[in-house]
Antibody, heavy 119, light 111 residues
Framework: QVQLVQSGGGVVQPGRSLRLSCAAS????????MHWVRQAPGKGLEWVAV????????FYADSVKGRFTISRDNSKNTVYLQMNSLRAEDTAMYYC????????????WGQGTLVTVSS | QSVLTQPPSVSGAPGQRVTISCTGS?????????VHWYQQVPGTAPKLLIY???NRPSGVPDRFSGSKSGTSGSLAITGLQAEDESDYYC???????????FGGGTTLTVL
């Protein structure tokens, strides 16, 4: 079965960096695009970034452009989110999600990892 | 302010039918992009409920159905059950933003 297991969250000071990881199993990882979606405490869902199946294209929400970088290692079945220059407003639960080939939606979600930006 | 607009809350008695609306614009739903729906039990990850306007993934009961018309989508839940109490989010792609957008979410209460 499809599994997305996330790691790397925690508490970090404003301006610092953090890297999230998402290890995939149960499907052909190198055939699927992957996204990151976040949810601030008590708020709704916000799309963050997407990476194509082969890493050839990456797109970001305006709120994180220039600060966050999505990447993947298909040999390790893992997608990453490098978050730099973190701000208080980046505090959220971050989810990695799978991008199916037949539509612009998210069919499987990781368990989530909490990032808290606070001094 | 979310790009897609949903009512903050809806409610219904067990066995009843409820609908949740999702209003977009001509850069997302009205541009022909599909509407998708997710169910989120508080404290857990969202789960895909409806994709491509009206398709249910395997395992989702047929009590859940979706539709799309013009710049709006809608989620209907029939035969309401206590276990349906959750937050529901609609989602589409937006060509002006070149990104994926969500509604603000709707909390369903089963009375």
């Amino acid at each position: 079965q499809v599994q997305l297991v996330q790691s790397g969250g925690g508490v970090v000071q404003p301006g610092r960096s953090l890297r999230l990881s998402c290890a995939a199993s149960g499907f052909s990882f190198s055939s699927y695009g992957m996204h990151w979606v976040r949810q601030a405490p008590g708020k709704g869902l916000e799309w963050v970034a997407v990476i194509w199946f082969d890493g050839s294209n990456k797109f970001y929400a305006d709120s994180v452009k220039g600060r966050f970088t999505i990447s993947r290692d298909n040999s390790k079945n893992t997608v990453y989110l490098q978050m730099n220059s973190l701000r208080a407003e980046d505090t959220a639960m971050y989810y990695c999600t799978r991008y199916p080939g037949n539509g612009r939606y998210f069919d499987y979600w990781g368990q989530g990892t909490l990032v808290t930006v606070s001094s | 302010q979310s790009v897609l607009t949903q009512p903050p809350s809806v409610s219904g008695a067990p066995g009843q039918r409820v609908t949740i609306s999702c209003t977009g614009s001509y850069s997302n739903i009205g541009a022909g992009y599909d509407v998708h729906w997710y169910q989120q039990v508080p404290g857990t990850a969202p789960k895909l409920l409806i994709y491509g306007n009206n398709n249910r993934p395997s395992g989702v009961p047929d009590r859940f159905s979706g539709s799309k018309s013009g710049t709006s989508g809608s989620l209907a839940i029939t035969g309401l059950q206590a276990e349906d109490e959750s937050d529901y989010y609609c989602q589409a792609y937006d060509s002006s933003l070149s990104g994926w957008v969500f509604g603000g979410g709707t909390t369903l209460t089963v009375l």
